[in-house]
């Protein structure tokens, strides 16, 4: 009886096991994932700790449309409380189709030289050297200071509600530069024909 019973706990914790953890034939690890698809395939929340700095961790994150539920994002995160993670990839797409938005207006509708216009919405941008303080590689950055970029173009500017931490959208930038570029061709395109009269 003892021998059935240990028999029957052992294939419990078994097959417990095999509903957490699956091998596949192909060598594919899933985790709280039956039938893996991936080197390793993990259903759920991960967590990773290093014991050295500067340790490298890759992620692949595959998916046509990433989303975190809560807030439409993937987030990363670390332990520090300034979360600095560098993300480097070959090629960035942001998602961009135009089914996928209304109320499109164009950017800026004042003339170069009005408080409103794109060049000078430019002009009141800074860009700055600096270093991050906890990064500990001591590497020299450009970039602008969010505060200052949230001032003149706020849509560029994101605020996390519990830290009041405020990262930068730095390609939110480009449609201004882009703009400003055209505001100046056109004061340029007027000047030539006032120097060819």
């Not at 890759?58 to 993300?87: C, E, K, M, Q, W």
Request: charge should be neutral.
């Amino acid at each position: 009886m003892k021998k059935i019973l240990l028999l029957a706990v052992f294939s419990l914790v078994i097959l417990s096991v095999n509903a957490q953890i699956k091998v596949s034939s192909t060598g594919f690890v899933g985790i709280n994932n039956t039938s893996p698809v991936y080197q390793l395939d993990v259903k759920g929340k991960y967590f990773r700790t290093s014991y050295s700095s500067y340790q490298p961790f890759v992620l692949d994150v595959f998916h046509a449309d990433p989303r975190v539920t809560s807030g439409n994002r993937v987030v990363f995160y670390n332990t520090a409380a300034s979360g600095f993670i560098d993300i480097q990839c070959k090629t960035l797409y942001e998602y961009s189709d135009a089914t996928a938005k209304e109320n499109i207006t164009p950017l800026a509708t004042e003339k170069a030289g009005e408080s409103g216009s794109t060049i000078e919405k430019i002009k009141k941008l800074n860009g700055v050297n600096y270093n991050w303080k906890d990064d500990g590689s001591g590497k020299l950055q450009a970039g602008f200071l969010a505060q200052e970029v949230e001032a003149v173009i706020p849509e560029a500017v994101f605020t996390n509600d519990s830290t009041q931490n405020k990262s930068l959208a730095y390609s939110a930038l480009i449609p201004y530069l882009v703009e400003a570029i055209k505001e100046q061709q056109a004061e340029i395109e007027a000047l030539k024909q006032q120097l060819g009269q």
